[in-house]
């Protein structure tokens, strides 16, 4: 099969150019790809003006960049992200991202941090299988899990989110992009942006792959307001999103109190692995969500224990931080994320 690469380069700066795979172009051979090529990158790029096109190329499937996906079950993959914080990496693909293959369509279950990513994921699935990406799950609105979208909406794939997720995103996709182009080398981010889910998951919702069922449920505020977990029935795996944090520090951006409370109702039926949104695969419930747990009910007394003896958010932040050193073992980018997560949690807490 063949694959249709146009070249594109920021208007205004023509050296800066990256490869944008366009899943319009998709071809059982050379022939087919090329015939359309030019009418398909103009119609791509009158919407994107900020891009300007240098040309196109037809390649095959096993000559794209891909992910290295690692099967974890059958019909079940995973790109494992480096679990460092975006600000320590050099390429921002710090995110687990998860592939479930059903009978008749793929669901992929987060995109990445950028366009790039989202095309060596695009690319990755189609080493494996020819069968159509029917749906992106967006575990929740951080920009490492949902900025590499657009190559599966523009394959046909339904966006799916947690209800809360469209207004997350309207309200922070700007600040996101600029500090990703902040971080990050222009070539690696260019094409990318935000894409709105189109269907919301209010509670529980069902989707069926071709006999193989995911049941997705959005979760009560927690690590933020619009997380998301996917389940997937054949393999009996939780794809929990950044709800659950292993060896990268827990980050806090929607309640501490929600969060505690989620961890502690555990899955029913267990799950026979589940797939955090960082770190490792953990076979059991208790290897998964422990270590995070003992660090955000820890980060919780030690705030609580501040507010109560009436200090401001200022003298407290560092303390708390302080406080907590004896857990620091095992979590990247300790102090930074906990000096974040210290602010979040008085600004909740200081109300209770
Ligand atoms: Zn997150």
Redesign the pocket.
């Known amino acids: 099969m063949f694959h249709l690469i146009l070249t594109a380069c920021l208007a205004g700066s023509a050296g800066t150019c990256a490869p944008v795979l366009l899943p319009a172009g998709y071809a059982a051979d050379l022939a087919g790809c090329e015939s359309g090529a030019g009418q398909i990158a103009s119609g791509w790029l009158s919407r994107h003006d900020d891009l300007a096109g240098r040309g196109t190329d037809c390649v095959a499937t096993d000559d794209l960049p891909a992910l290295e996906l690692h099967k974890i079950a059958p019909g079940l993959f995973v790109f494992q992200g480096d679990p460092v914080q975006l600000e320590d990496s050099g390429d921002g693909r710090i995110a687990n991202l998860g592939v479930v293959i059903g009978g008749a369509s793929v669901a992929v279950i987060d995109s990445g941090v950028s366009r790039a990513q989202g095309q060596e994921l695009y690319a990755a699935i189609r080493r494996l299988t020819d069968k159509p990406v029917s749906h992106v799950i967006l575990t ?1 609105a ?1 920009p490492d ?1 949902v900025l590499g979208t657009a190559v599966f909406q523009e394959a046909g794939a339904t966006v799916i989110g947690h209800r809360a997720l469209p207004l997350a995103l309207e309200l922070r996709a700007g600040s996101y992009l600029d500090s990703m182009d902040a971080l990050f080398p222009p070539e690696q981010m260019l094409g990318t942006g935000i894409v709105l889910p189109d269907a919301t998951v209010d509670d529980v919702l069902e989707i069926d792959l071709g006999a193989r069922r995911l049941t997705l449920t959005a979760a009560p505020t927690a ?2 307001d619009s997380d998301l977990t996917v389940f997937d029935h054949a393999s009996a795996t939780l794809f929990s999103g ?1 709800l659950i944090f292993r060896l990268l520090t827990p ?1 806090l951006d929607g309640s501490l109190s929600g969060w505690l409370q989620w961890l502690d109702t555990p899955p029913d039926p267990a799950p026979r692995r589940i797939v955090p ?1 960082h770190g490792p695969v953990a076979a059991t419930w208790a290897e998964a969500v422990g270590p995070q747990t003992r660090f955000l009910r820890a980060l919780e007394h030690a705030t609580r224990a501040r507010i109560l003896a009436g200090q401001p958010m200022s003298q407290a932040v560092p303390e708390i931080v302080h406080a907590m050193q004896d857990m620091a073992a095992g979590w990247n980018a300790f102090d930074a994320s906990v000096a974040r997560d210290a602010t979040a949690a008085y600004k909740e807490l200081e109300w209770q």
Request: no cysteine; hydrophobic share 10%; glycine share 12%.
């Open positions: 929740h951080h899990h690590h933020t950044d980050i949104g």
